[in-house]
């Protein structure tokens, strides 16, 4: 069956090919018409892959026809409707051909001349001058969890581990150790900082007031069937406090970069104005 459809598409194909008429004696197909303008297969042909079976070749076709014919009969509906003032658009198509031509040269510039290298310095630096700008916009934490099955003989050593869990590197190594043995999911990086709103995601824990709950709760041992899980909360941090910088590391990574083009493209046109000062090349009437 796939077979006799795939060869009637085929000859559909071909049909819609040679039945068509083509333009100025040429090669090329003209697929539909509106008054005088006409929709040819080579506006198109770069769309089909070549090895595209007919059915869906002729479909796609079909498909691109239908959408310029409707096009094009609205777009000559709108000419022969419109006041000539509100038919002339070179003035819009010069400003946004200009906009095109700066925004890629600039962008080309900057790929070539930017200094993308940022020091540990230059990133505390703008976060002590910037500090008001870090304010918290919600909580965030430090944290190593293990999710586990309740069923699990090494429920009391996990709970032996997060409850005692601190700064301790042989601990923190033992757990980790711990975890990839008997964790169904885990996570054990507690220099990171991370939003509390992503911890929740991970662990079911339920509460009206998260300032409340961080502020009374390190170890969370929480069980939700079929799995238990093991929380050690490192440090926090409560929304409207100033953020860490480690947590505003790669946003200040991003405004440094940002200034730095923006100087880049400023001092690139004062030296271009400049240039063309010296050598009298435009006057101001």
């Known amino acids: 069956m796939k077979t006799t459809l795939k060869l009637f598409g085929f000859f559909l194909f071909i049909h819609l090919m040679a039945c068509n008429p083509s333009l100025n004696g040429s090669d090329d197909i003209i697929l539909a018409r509106v008054k005088d303008k006409y929709f040819k297969y080579?506006?198109?042909?770069?769309?089909?892959a070549p090895d595209?079976?007919?059915?869906?070749?002729?479909?796609?076709?079909?498909?691109?026809?239908?959408?310029?014919?409707?096009?094009?009969?609205?777009?000559?509906?709108?000419?022969?409707?419109?006041?000539?003032?509100l038919k002339d658009f070179s003035k819009q198509l010069d400003e946004y051909r200009n906009s095109l031509l700066l925004f890629h040269f600039k962008k080309l510039y900057v790929s070539q001349e930017l200094d993308?290298?940022?020091?540990?310095?230059?990133?505390?630096?703008?976060?002590?001058?910037?500090l008001t700008d870090f304010e918290l916009k919600e909580n965030i934490v430090q944290f190593s969890f293990i999710q586990m099955d309740e069923n699990s003989k090494k429920l009391d050593k996990a709970r032996s581990l997060?409850?005692?869990?601190?700064?301790?590197?042989?601990?923190?190594?033992?757990?980790?150790?711990?975890?990839?043995?008997?964790?169904?999911?885990?996570?054990?990086?507690?220099?990171?900082w991370i939003r509390f709103a992503d911890l929740l995601v991970k662990i079911p824990i339920n509460t009206y007031n998260e300032t409340v709950f961080l502020r009374n709760n390190r170890f969370i041992e929480l069980k939700d069937s079929p799995n238990v899980y093991f929380v050690y909360i490192k440090d926090y941090k409560i929304k409207e406090e100033i953020s860490p910088i480690e947590f505003q590391h790669q946003n200040i990574e991003k405004i440094i970069i940002n200034k730095r083009k923006l100087l880049l493209v400023e001092q690139m046109e004062n030296a271009l104005f400049e240039k063309a000062l010296k050598q009298k090349n435009f006057e101001i009437y």
């Open 52 to 85: 595209t079976n007919p059915a869906d070749s002729l479909q796609t076709v079909q498909g691109f026809v239908n959408a310029w014919v409707r096009n094009e009969i609205l777009v000559q509906h709108a000419e022969n409707n419109l006041p000539d003032s």
């Open 162 to 192: 997060f409850r005692n869990l601190g700064d301790s590197k042989i601990l923190k190594l033992e757990v980790e150790k711990f975890c990839l043995e008997n964790g169904i999911d885990f996570y054990t990086d507690d220099e990171k």
């Open 42 to 48: 080579s506006d198109i042909k770069s769309y089909i």
């Open 116 to 130: 993308t290298v940022i020091s540990e310095n230059e990133i505390e630096e703008y976060y002590q001058q910037h």
